[in-house]
């Protein structure tokens, strides 16, 4: 064993419980090397200053979204201009599939982790402490003159439970007072959606496409969480939980039953994403009756023919039962719609407008949509780049509509709602923690009166918003689809963006004033 080592700096979207850098750092513990987390986003001076302090040996970047790579690009090029000589090294999705990519965009690196890091990267770090040779490690991909040199891969764990618990941060809090906690089931996704580099994140080192960790260790963690910690809420970041592991439902009726014999059923609550084709009523009643609150399910397209195109394997019906099927079980639920996408018209852009008013139009949950961004290494991103539409540089890959007058409509719909759907204080996001802050409340038995009455005018709040974006969306739509627009003028466009934004600001501080009183 290593001991009293200087520990490894790991540099990482610091949002939350950050799980890959937990597991990384929880194995690299066992061997006796501490390692240290910074997030990313902090200022760069106060991150070469961190890194100086504690002088280590090896900086780990976790590059896992490509949307942040030219900032990673930036941190690594002031480090290295600050006098940092340690051994840069990154992992991620982007830069397990785009090695050659990575080194181009962050010159700085000298080694990259491909795919699960957890037994490459500390073998990588033992090298590199013992000054002997590191190049000839499975899994990972460096620079040799002028070309990428690719170690063999080493194929994945097979037992995830082998790992140990992942290390983690102090809790922060869900809502005042109430801790939580993410954690995984297990890892990876049998599907192959068009849009989504998932599945080939995990089929290209060989081994199973899904893993699953055992119900007992999965209860273990949540355990120890809860009375160690004080932990009462739980995210599951699977990005497919196991409703239906194997088809059926025995893992999760095998979890559920232990939550019961561990006498957690009543005093947590937990969080899953899923698909909505795994949704039926009676296996969603046993998982409500043991805590589920929330679900997050990709719907992504309310139309068949776009579904299709997007290899959902879905229906619209299906999209539709699925959250009927939560509602009334009373199960919170926010889900993914791409709205806008390459092969958009404004007539699916219309229909697809009907559906999220069949989805979201009672305020049950807040409306949200995205555009589909082209992510690197599937099957969309290469579409686009063969019929020459790919346009803008890794980590910031778009693309033009097919229509003129669609690209000028999507950048009024984002004058108008580009805050109220993903600032961290829009309606969208202020909704999600009132729906969350109630839910808590419900589970515990703490809504009284006032509170349920609370309730009830959040969700008026929330259908008249809801309602109030679609129909503007649809007279937009209309607007720029007959051409209007152009004798309209660019004031009349100017008066709906101020309208929106002066509607946004009435109804956040509705929202605000039905789960913070006075605020």
Known sequence: MITSLSPVILIAFGEYDNLGVGYLSSVLRREGIETGMIDFRYDDQEILVAIKRHAPPVVGFSVVYEGYIDEFASLARYLRQGGVRAHFTA??????????????????????VRFEGETTFPELVKRIYTCTNWRDIKS???????????????????????FPFPARRPLTDYIPGVKFATLIAGRGCRYNCSFCNTREFYQTPGGPLKRIRKPEAVLDEMEQLYHDKGCIVFLFQDDDFPVKAEGNNDWIKSFCSGLEQRRLHDKIIWKINCRPDEIDAECFAMMKQHGLFLAFIGLEDGTD??????????????????????????????????????????????????????????????????????????????????????????????????????????????????????????????????????????????????????????????????????????????????????????????????EAKAKHHTWCQGIRECFMPGS
């Open 140 to 162: 990972i991909a460096f620079r040799q003159n002028d070309r990428i040199v690719m170690t063999p891969l080493r194929p994945l764990e097979k037992d995830i439970d082998v």
């Open 305 to 498: 023919e776009g579904l299709a195109r997007l290899n959902k394997g879905m229906t619209a019906s299906k999209n539709i039962e699925a959250a009927e099927i939560l509602k009334n079980l009373d199960i919170g639920f926010d889900y993914g719609f791409m709205l806008f996408q390459p092969e958009s018209t404004f007539k699916s852009l219309k229909e697809n407008l009907e559906f999220l008013g069949t989805i979201c139009g009672d305020g049950y949950t807040p409306l949200s949509f995205l555009k589909l961004i082209p992510c690197f290494n599937t099957r969309v991103e290469r579409e686009l780049s063969e019929n020459g539409r790919l346009k803008g540089r890794p980590g910031n890959l778009d693309y033009d509509f097919m229509n003129a007058a669609l690209d000028s409509c999507y950048q009024t719909v984002l004058a108008c709602f580009a805050s109220w759907m993903w600032s961290a204080g829009g309606v969208t996001n202020l909704a999600k923690h009132a729906r969350n802050y109630y839910a808590v409340k419900d589970h515990y038995g703490k809504s009284d009166a006032s509170v349920k009455r609370r309730k009830e005018q959040f969700r008026e709040i929330l259908a008249e918003s809801n309602l109030y974006v679609l129909g503007t969306m649809k007279f937009l739509f209309d607007l720029y689809e007959s051409g209007s627009y152009k004798k309209e003028g660019a004031s009349s466009i100017e008066m709906i963006i101020s």
């Open 91 to 112: 992992g991620g999705y982007f830069a397990s599939l785009n090695p050659g990519e990575l080194f181009r965009l962050i010159p700085e690196l000298d080694s990259i």
